[in-house]
């Protein structure tokens, strides 16, 4: 079975500035900068995330703050971003990529999800 293709070019989804933005939970810069970024409209983003286009509109203007779990994997599944806890990034050999990412308030976090004590 062939895996969907990700929206997002690997050229959008290495940016510095995203990743911070997807990191920090800062879906209303991530949002923003996917349009910029990937040329996506509002609308290309709601239905990748089976959110509605009102739901966006509001997540960018900073309305609304995306604090579910089952949205944030909805949007990681959608957007197919590597690296998110519903969607880990892995090595080239398959297995969960362990390198450590920036800490975040006194912690390192691994990718793959595990925290680093």
């Excluded at 997002?8 to 996917?34: Q, S, T």
């Excluded at 080239?92 to 450590?100: I, R």
Aim: net charge positive; proline share 9%.
């Amino acid at each position: 079975m062939d895996t969907p293709v990700s929206p997002l070019g690997p050229d959008v989804l290495e940016r510095d500035d995203l990743r911070r933005a997807l990191d920090e939970h800062d879906f209303a810069a991530a949002f923003a900068l996917i349009k910029k970024w990937a040329g996506l409209s509002q609308n290309k983003i709601a239905t990748a995330c089976d959110l509605t286009p009102g739901k966006v509109s509001n997540i960018i203007s900073g309305r609304h703050h995306v604090t579910s779990i089952t949205v944030i994997r909805r949007i990681a599944d959608g957007l197919r971003i590597p690296g998110t806890p519903a969607r880990p990034r892995t090595s080239p050999m398959g297995e969960p990529d362990l390198t450590p990412t920036r800490p975040h308030r006194g912690t390192s976090t691994l990718r793959g999800g595990a925290v680093a004590s």
